[in-house]
């Protein structure tokens, strides 16, 4: 258990490194035109530095699911039909007859 805590420990700080890395590294914002434009300047950075750190947060949670929950060669059928939670199946009826 303590290997895995150490692992995503890893990931976290991997990612926010790159994507402080990336934010204070690449300019992507014309030259300064005001006096005010290092304040908004920073301010773009910040936020950018924040989309960096969902965005690969993200792709990482997203391709790690695709190689840890793919159907094995010994699975057959869709799996388990879920029954008893009335308030998701209510939604699931719902869902899927607005989208047919």
């Known amino acids: 258990m303590l290997n895995k ?7 976290i700080s991997l990612v926010f490194a790159i994507s402080f890395w990336i934010g204070f590294n690449v300019n992507l914002l014309p030259a300064e035109a005001s006096i005010n434009a290092p304040i908004y300047d920073e301010l773009f950075k910040i936020l950018f530095i924040i989309g960096l750190i969902i965005f690969i947060g993200m792709t990482i949670a997203v391709i790690y699911s695709l190689f840890k929950f793919r159907k094995r060669d010994d699975q057959i059928g869709d799996g388990i039909a879920l029954e008893g939670n009335l308030s998701l199946e209510m939604y699931g009826q719902l869902f899927f007859n607005n989208c047919l």
């Open 5 to 11: 805590n150490i692992y995503l420990i890893l990931i």
